[in-house]
């Protein structure tokens, strides 16, 4: 049921291009993983999403939970109305989209969690700090933070990522963190963090940490 679901937001989207694109996130990103990560976000409440891009991840998460309501962001403004049209035609009505720039995001609101998949290597990495302690302030006292980013190590997996990216997203800027500083950077940000290995068949050095809150 729950491919199925994958399959029906792909087909939500007319243009082939995206489409395309949709194919490829969910391949490296595909159900198992996303269940994975999703077993840690509340089955209720408000729960943010920063850099939803096309709203994949957010539309498979509200998809699956209709009581959560999720806020997804993203700087990218033609990403955002294919968002909300993706979500109209879906009949998925507990999600919001918004212009944007995680950059600037000041704490606003009050969130049981939030998440980013594979974004923090893409924000410039001075300002990483001050975006994970505005999510702190956004989050409940027991909220929690998933984050789902790449190491640096080993080597190989990281410049396959890398060509990924490129690939993708030619001028949009990278910069991997190892494991250990990112963990060090949300912990002095107010996480608790634990750190959960997602092994895959493909060279992708993927981590998954769930960070949280520190009354």
């Avoid at 975006?131 to 396959?160: C, H, M, N, Q, Y």
């Avoid at 002095?188 to 997602?198: D, E, K, P, W």
Wanted: aromatic content about 10%; charged content about 25%.
């Amino acid at each position: 049921m729950r491919s199925e679901t994958i399959r029906k937001i792909i087909r939500a989207y007319d243009d082939p291009v995206v489409r395309a694109y949709c194919w490829i996130r969910f391949g490296i990103l595909r159900q198992r993983f996303l269940d994975e990560i999703g077993q840690y976000l509340p089955e209720s409440g408000a729960v943010l999403d920063v850099g939803c891009g096309f709203g994949l991840f957010s539309l498979y998460y509200a998809a699956i939970a209709p009581a959560r309501i999720i806020r997804g962001i993203d700087l990218d403004r033609r990403r955002i109305a294919m968002a909300r049209r993706a979500a109209t035609r879906l009949g998925i009505d507990n999600v919001v989209y918004e212009e944007n720039d995680a950059r600037h995001f000041k704490g606003d609101g009050h969130f049981a969690a939030a998440y980013m998949l594979d974004i923090v290597h893409h924000v410039p990495r001075e300002v990483v700090p001050s975006l994970l302690a505005e999510l702190r302030r956004a989050l409940d006292r027991d909220g929690i933070l998933l984050v789902k980013d790449v190491d640096t190590r080993p080597a190989p997996k990281r410049w396959f990522t890398w060509a990924l990216d490129k690939a993708m997203s030619p001028s949009t800027p990278v910069a991997y963190w190892s494991s250990d500083e990112l963990t060090e950077t949300l912990t002095a940000s107010g996480f608790r963090v634990r750190r959960h290995l997602m092994v895959d068949m493909l060279p992708y050095p993927h981590v998954l940490y769930v960070c949280a809150a520190v009354p």
